[in-house]
């Protein structure tokens, strides 16, 4: 068993820093795992189920985790539900530093089965140090000094009146977003085109 712990101080209000902590939808941007999405359950709600690929090593394994704690701007938890190679418990917990600021504490345990059991003390490190990289991810994400680079629709697909930046040109089209995961300044159908061009809804 893998025990690891980090902490981040990040420069927005606690409900901005726990609205995206909580969007199971949003994890792929800041976090190592890949293609996670809803299974059963409503988002950001205590008992609802996701599925995610994560690598260990030179493996992939998928998951199925429960969200089992939900205590909002103060703490949230999940829980690994599927049997595997990896079992994955986390915890996170979110204290104001101020009316702008949050203290974000990322805790768990991960759990090697099967014969990546036998490299746990090898990848013990990795591990920890990967799950501290991934608050910092969080926080640049967050506080909005990055863009997404996204592959989008054709220009007769995209909402009217929103202007977007092409990147590429012929049929491979990208566009520059501002990365505003909590919505300020963006309007649903917006967010909602955003989601989509990135096979997130």
Known sequence: MIDYESEITINRPVGKVYRLASDVTRLDDWTDMTNTHLISGQNGKVGSQAETTIKMGPMKQILVFQMTELDENRRLGFKTVSK?????????TFEPQGPSSTRMVSSGQIRLNGLLKLFER??????RSGEAKELVKFKELVEGGKYLQLKGPSAAERPQGKESCPMTSGSQMGYLIPADPLGAGI???EGRYQREWRGEW
């Open 84 to 92: 595997g190679s990896v079992e994955w418990d986390a915890d996170f």
């Open 187 to 189: 309007s649903r159908r």
């Open 122 to 127: 090898l990848m013990a490190g990795e591990v």
